[in-house]
């Protein structure tokens, strides 16, 4: 079974209502609705902000639900200068910006794992790559589409997709010089969000394959704020329900 995370009800609500056949549990304060999206079985949620709620979301899900793959979808800030609001990241690693054990452990080591870096699962992001990549053609091929005019209401212009390092913490980013302490600190990051890295652990320490896909919804600068609720509100829903439905074959 396929879990597929969100942290905000925005980032999953056209998938919880494309689900057929759904029965709903609730555990720890998440909803966790098991149904049939275009065929798959599936479980959806929307786990809360940050890497303690969305640890035990994963937990939840691969412990007692019995996830055998799980996929994040979201918005996050682009901290590489060449994303534009609207591309989309698929993690090919991710990291905890804020983990600091020092002087007992390198910087961003997560302790007693050994590790810094955790990898996605090559299949699983190849195939959320393909679908996103599907959806951002479609999208510049038919501009008269009612999702390419919703895109463009929000700025968005000839979105692309890359895969690289996404940075994970409970921060939120809304300055110019937090932004900057970032790339110095992770010169690699693509973007940066408050769950991946979190979720990742959970998947590595179950041996559960993850990946992570992340719509830049804002340059995590000085308007990070306003440009993340207009993005949030318009389209973020959208873009987890067009790629997810390319990824499972929904036509
Ligand atoms: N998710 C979306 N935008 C973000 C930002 N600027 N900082 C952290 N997480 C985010």
């Known amino acids: 079974m396929l879990a597929i995370m969100g942290a905000m009800p925005d980032e999953v609500r056209h998938l919880v209502d494309a689900l057929r056949d759904v029965r709903t549990v609730t555990r720890g304060n998440r909803r966790y609705h098991r149904g049939t999206l ?19 979301t994963a937990t939840t899900l691969v412990s007692e639900l019995g996830a055998e793959l799980l996929l994040f979808t979201g918005v996050a800030g682009g901290v ?28 961003h080591e997560i302790p007693l794992l050994g590790r810094t870096y955790l ?20 999208v510049a091929n038919a501009p008269d589409t009612p999702v390419a005019t919703a895109l463009r209401a929000v700025g968005v212009s000839a979105p692309r997709v890359v895969e690289g390092l996404v940075a994970s913490g409970d921060r939120f980013f809304a300055s110019d010089a937090a932004r900057a302490e970032l790339r110095r600190d992770l010169p690699e ?32 600068g000085d308007h990070a704020a306003v440009d993340f609720t207009t993005f949030l509100e318009a389209v973020a829903s959208t873009y987890s329900h067009e790629i997810l439905r390319r990824m499972l074959g929904g036509g």
């Open 38 to 56: 275009w065929g798959h079985d599936v479980v959806v949620v929307f786990s809360h902000w940050g890497k303690v709620a969305s640890a035990m």
């Open 80 to 107: 590489d200068p060449t994303l534009r609001v609207g591309d989309v990241v698929v993690a090919t690693r991710l990291v905890q910006h804020d983990l600091d054990a020092r002087p007992l452990f390198a910087r």
């Open 119 to 138: 990898e996605a699962d090559p299949t699983l992001r190849a195939a959320v790559h393909d679908a996103a990549a599907t959806f951002l053609s479609e």
């Open 189 to 220: 990051t693509t973007c940066v969000e408050m769950e991946g890295a979190a979720v990742a652990q959970v998947c590595v320490e179950h041996g559960v394959p993850f990946a992570v896909v992340r719509t830049i919804s804002d340059a995590a």
